[in-house]
C-alpha cells in the first residue's frame, strides 16, 4: 500500500500569511494527488484534484503543485474562513490513501 | 441535484455487524464510482473501499477481511457491511462520489458500544 506522509500535522498562521503544506508518497502516484479540506463537524470538501486543478468554486490563493513523490498546497494568503484541517489524497492506485492530516489554526 | 446520503444504526454492539447504505440521486451509480471513508471522533480520514462503476470492488488491505461493498443499481444505493465490530470502528462514515470524489454525504455516526 501506498504510504503518504503529511508535514507539518500542525500549522499555527496568522490571517495574510501564506503556508504551504506537504505531502510526500511512498512511491510515484503520477500526480494523482487530491487535496481536501475539513472544518469541524462537516465533510471534507475538495480544494484540488491532480496536483494543480483547482476545484471549481474554490478560491485561487489554493493551489497545487508537485510531482512523483512530492505534493504541496499552498495558501498564498490566509483567510479567516481557511483554517481547518487539511488532507492529502492518492488515488494513483488501489487501495487510496489519505494522509494524516494537518490541522491549520490561528496564532 | 447531485446527493449523497447515509443511513444506518448510530449504535452497534462490540462483535456485531454493521450495515450502512448510501443513497445517491442526480447521476448514476453505473457511471461513477462510490467510495466509503471513515473518520475516529478528532482523527484523520480512512479510505475504506470502493464500488466501481462496472460493479468492481476495491478495499482497505487492513480492513478486507471484513468488508463488504455491494449495491442495487434499480433503487441508486451503495451498501457496506462490516463484520467483527471493535470499538476503534466507532466513528463517521462517508459516502462520496463522482469526479475526484467532489461530492460527499453528510455522514453517519457509528458508535460500537455495549
Known amino acids: 500500500d501506498i504510504q503518504m506522509t503529511q508535514s507539518p500535522s500542525l500549522l499555527s498562521a496568522s490571517v495574510g500569511d501564506r503556508v504551504t503544506i506537504n505531502c510526500k508518497a511512498s512511491q510515484n502516484i503520477n500526480k494523482y494527488l487530491n487535496w481536501y479540506q475539513q472544518k469541524l463537524g462537516e465533510a471534507p470538501k475538495l480544494l484540488i484534484y491532480n496536483t494543480n486543478n483547482l476545484q471549481t468554486g474554490i478560491p485561487s490563493r489554493f493551489s497545487g503543485s508537485g510531482s512523483g513523490t512530492d505534493y504541496t498546497l499552498t495558501i498564498s494568503s490566509l483567510q479567516p474562513e481557511d483554517f481547518g484541517t487539511y488532507f492529502c489524497f492518492q488515488h494513483n492506485s488501489w487501495p487510496n490513501t489519505f494522509g494524516a492530516g494537518t490541522k491549520l489554526e490561528l496564532k | 441535484q447531485v446527493q449523497l446520503k447515509e443511513s444506518g444504526p448510530g449504535l452497534v454492539q462490540p462483535s456485531q455487524t454493521l450495515s450502512l447504505t448510501c443513497t445517491v440521486s442526480g447521476f448514476s451509480l453505473t457511471s461513477y464510482n462510490v467510495h466509503w471513508v471513515r473518520q475516529p471522533p478528532g482523527k484523520g480520514l480512512e479510505w475504506m473501499g470502493r464500488?466501481?462503476?462496472?460493479?468492481?470492488?476495491s478495499y482497505n488491505s487492513a480492513l478486507k477481511s471484513r468488508l463488504s461493498i455491494s449495491r442495487d443499481t434499480s433503487k441508486n444505493q451503495v451498501f457496506l457491511k462490516m463484520n467483527s465490530l471493535q470499538t476503534d470502528d466507532t466513528g463517521t462514515y462517508y459516502c462520496?462520489?463522482?469526479?475526484?470524489?467532489?461530492?460527499w454525504g453528510q455522514g453517519v455516526m457509528v458508535t460500537v458500544s455495549s
Open positions: 462520496t462520489s463522482k469526479n475526484n470524489l467532489d461530492y
Open positions: 464500488m466501481r462503476y462496472n460493479g468492481d470492488t
